[in-house]
């Protein structure tokens, strides 16, 4: 888990700087093809504004040398405007109504009326648009008034802003409109896709003439300017494989090194004795008496600091260090409570293993070496086996415990009724003792289906002659209730919490001297009632 995790982070640090390095190139690329597009706009604008700049002048000098009719003479210098200036295709006269009188080159007149009717409070320059496109730019015609009822015009050829500028990676997708006031269009080129035409995927850049009523808009999709970048976001990609690689090495390794360390923490806690064993009272509930304890671990570090078997337990078992741990603790309890045991032989000292202290004679052996010689005797000695966690080999399991009942040593099941083994524990490895845990004891009397439980548990030890202890007894209420069931020990914060060594023979002492007083009390009582 600690690997798996170390792992994960360690993608999430290498792939953090290719989300950003994403982000941050979008946005560049979006940047500068707006940029791109007000280029672009610009210079459409500038090319729109130079033809007619140039195209009004060419009308101002014809203005000025008189030109005003459409005699042959005059035909000729509409000729030679056309070919001095390049931008205009055709110049003739037109009517007071905007019809063309005389047009250069000659072509039909058709009647149609070109520009419109004249104002005598009219400008002096008019632009508009004929009817007429090629490679989607419209003819714009401008017009001069000449102030006697006729206007000279010249038709500018549509090759004159036809351009297409603007890099590859936009021409490619962009719209450009080049409008002449607020509804003439005068250019347009490239076509709105599904994607161009969606606000919130495209990119719009406006711009607008300072000289002439004249407006582009030029509009790209985003993914056209993601093309920008594209091969710079293939090297983010593959710098970011390469971090990410550095950085899952680093991860393994540091996923390593904190289990080495902890393997190491944890030898060195052992070799120095920090595992320490808490004393929890069994109690007599029907007589008030003490009938011994259960041995509980604590990690106390070298600073005084405790730490809780949910902290380490699981670690413990899972890297084979509880072997040496539980040996520390047996030889720890010889030492602590071996005097107050061995003046109260009814005492029962229960000492809790693991499935894999099942799998070999090692417990045995463990036992025999550290309570054979030693104030506490094998009759005293109570081993508790979890059934949370089941037996791989349950007939290898019946004969250590058969060994050990042998020896003398009595066997109880914890936590029965939450695990794996149920029935089939009780029926094969030959327990002798019940324990009922605290899920049951916590709702008894207020749910019915735990007392039931509860009772059932008491009825079978009691058929199979078996002894039973409630655990996580909390409240004088459940103690009644467990007299009521016929439970006639049990253990949990109601009597105690677990203890060192000291405070436990000091409690232990306790328990007797207010007993001892309780008797002598009754006896002065009964003396007086005499």
Not at 161 to 183: F, K, M, N, T, W
Not at 253 to 259: L, N
Not at 314 to 323: D, P, Q
Not at 461 to 473: H, P, Q, R, S
Request: overall charge negative; aromatic content about 8%; proline content about 4%.
């Amino acid at each position: 888990m600690i690997f798996v995790r170390a792992v994960i982070l360690a993608l999430v640090l290498a792939t953090a700087p290719l989300f950003a390095a994403n982000i941050i190139l979008n946005q560049y690329a979006q940047s500068q093809a707006r940029d791109e597009m007000v280029a672009m706009g610009e210079r459409y604008i500038q090319r729109a504004e130079m033809a007619i700049s140039t195209t009004v002048s060419a009308l101002q000098r014809l203005d000025r040398d008189d030109v005003q009719t459409c005699t042959a003479g005059d035909k000729q210098l509409f000729r030679q405007v056309i070919s001095d200036t390049g931008t205009i295709d055709a110049i003739g006269l037109a009517d007071e109504g905007g019809k063309r009188m005389c047009v250069t080159p000659d072509m039909p007149l058709t009647g149609e009326a070109i520009l419109p009717k004249l104002r005598k409070d009219g400008p002096l320059v008019g632009i508009g648009m004929l009817d007429k496109s090629f490679m989607g730019a419209y003819v714009a015609v401008v017009s001069w008034d000449l102030r006697n009822g006729t206007r000279l015009f010249a038709e500018m050829t549509p090759a004159v802003i036809a351009s297409d500028p603007g890099p590859e990676y936009l021409r490619s997708y962009r719209r450009v409109e080049l409008r002449l006031g607020d509804d003439l269009l005068w250019y347009a080129t490239g076509g709105y896709n599904s994607e161009g035409s969606d606000p919130e995927n495209a990119i719009v850049a406006t711009v607008r003439s300072s000289r002439y009523p004249l407006e582009v808009t030029v509009v790209a999709p985003k993914s056209a300017a993601l093309q920008m970048v594209h091969d710079l976001k293939i090297i983010a990609v593959t710098a970011c494989a390469g971090l990410a690689l550095l950085f899952v090495a680093i991860g393994v390794w540091f996923s390593w090194r904190p289990e080495s360390e902890a393997n190491d923490e944890f030898l060195r806690a052992i070799r120095d004795g920090e595992f320490i064993p808490f004393y929890q009272p069994v109690m007599d509930i029907e007589t008030g008496r003490l009938r011994g304890c259960e041995v509980l671990m604590r990690w106390r570090r070298a600073n005084g600091q405790m730490v809780s078997p949910g902290q380490f337990m699981a670690y413990a078992e899972a890297n084979g260090h509880i072997f040496a741990m539980t040996r520390s603790l047996m030889v720890q309890t010889v030492d602590e409570v071996g005097t107050l045991y061995k003046e109260n032989p009814d005492f029962k000292l229960s000492i809790n293993l693991f499935a894999g202290h099942f799998m070999n004679r090692d417990i045995i052996n463990d036992i025999k070496a550290i309570y054979g010689n030693s104030d506490i005797s094998f009759q005293q000695i109570v081993v508790e086996v979890t059934e949370r966690y089941p037996m791989e080999d349950m007939s290898l399991a019946r004969k250590i415990i058969a060994e050990m009942q042998a020896m003398g040593v009595r066997v109880a099941l914890d936590d029965v009724g939450t695990g794996h083994g149920g029935m089939a524990y009780l029926q094969k490895l030959g327990i002798d003792i019940i324990k009922i845990d605290k899920m049951f004891i916590d709702s008894i009397g207020d749910d019915d289906s735990s007392t039931t439980i509860v009772d059932s548990m008491v009825e079978l030890a009691d058929n199979l002659g078996m002894g039973i202890i409630a655990e996580g007894v909390e409240t004088p209420e459940q103690v009644e209730r467990l007299r009521e069931l016929g439970v006639t020990a049990a253990q949990g914060y109601y009597f105690a919490k677990p203890m060192p060594a000291n405070e436990f023979i000091e409690y232990a002492e306790k328990v007797e001297r207010d007993l001892q007083d309780e008797q002598e009390a009754e006896s002065e009582e009964d003396d007086e009632a005499a």
